[in-house]
């Protein structure tokens, strides 16, 4: 007589079943001729993302950018230089502005180099790396109970007065009506998490996938966590094990489309949760 599989044993199943995928398929490659060598694609990932993380830093947030058109001086284009240094200065005098720049610079340097690199050295679709509808919704409630998770401790840390000044980044004038400057925020800032779930679950999780197996999940953790730092402790914290089950779901699914989905919740609800202890909404 035979007898059902036990939760625990089906829920482990769950788990190891895509890891021992991964890490067949990096067993399949490795024993090929094209392991045996040097592996171009895995440095070419690894040294996008180093630049592509550069970029980040010193091109979005208006304070590294400024004090990097120092470079320019120093090769000779003064010009460009005080042009550059007028832009951002531009932008420091009207708060929705700045944080536009910053969430759009920060979608275009996740998104730009990994794409180009993916189509015209790589000659693969952007689908290979998650950018995909197909395989997205299967496990569908697996993002349900994350969010049943993380909803109420957003709610509990929205009461920390450190919570309460670090978002919503744009401060939004109290009283002011909320369309067009807030929603307008809210989109670039949702435009922003596209970037982050392809760059990070979809570039370099399926970038790094055939040499390093499900162990990519964790190489890519690490410099997710790391663009936390400056923020809450306990949010950096928690940005590690949401990288790895971000990371366990594009690799099961094979898709970011639910992991963006649910990036953009929390991060709304984190602002108007933030909002809301501030006595916004009366």
Sequence with gaps: MTHAPRPANK??????EPLRRANEETRVYLASPAG??????????LLTAAVALTMQFYLCRIDQ?????????????A????????FFDSLTSDGIDRWTYWALACFLSYTVLPALLIRLVFREPLADYGVKLRGAFADGWVYLVMLAVVGPL????????????????????????????????????GLQFVGVE?????????????RCGAYSIVVMTVPYCMIHFGKPLPETLASIVA???????????RS???????????????DFASMWQKGWFG
Excluded: C
């Excluded at 045996?36 to 990932?45: H, I």
């Excluded at 950018?65 to 284009?77: K, T, V, Y």
């Excluded at 978002?167 to 989109?187: I, V």
């Excluded at 790895?244 to 699914?253: E, K, N, V, Y």
């Design 11 to 16: 829920l482990w199943e769950f788990v190891a």
């Design 36 to 45: 045996r060598g040097v592996d171009g694609k895995t440095v070419a990932v």
């Design 65 to 77: 950018a400024r004090s990097a058109a120092g470079l320019l001086d120093q090769i000779g284009l």
């Design 79 to 86: 010009g460009a230089a005080d042009r550059m240094r007028g």
């Design 154 to 189: 957003v709610w509990v840390a929205s009461h920390n007065a450190q919570f309460q000044e670090h978002y919503p980044f744009y401060q939004h004038p109290r009283g002011a009506p909320l369309w067009p400057d807030f929603w307008r925020w809210e989109f670039v800032y």
């Design 198 to 210: 392809f760059f990070f679950r979809g570039f370099l999780l399926h970038g790094l996938r055939r």
């Design 243 to 253: 990288g790895l089950a971000l990371g366990f779901m594009s690799l099961r699914t």
């Design 256 to 270: 970011i489309v639910l992991g963006v989905a649910i990036h953009m919740t929390v991060a709304l609800s984190m």
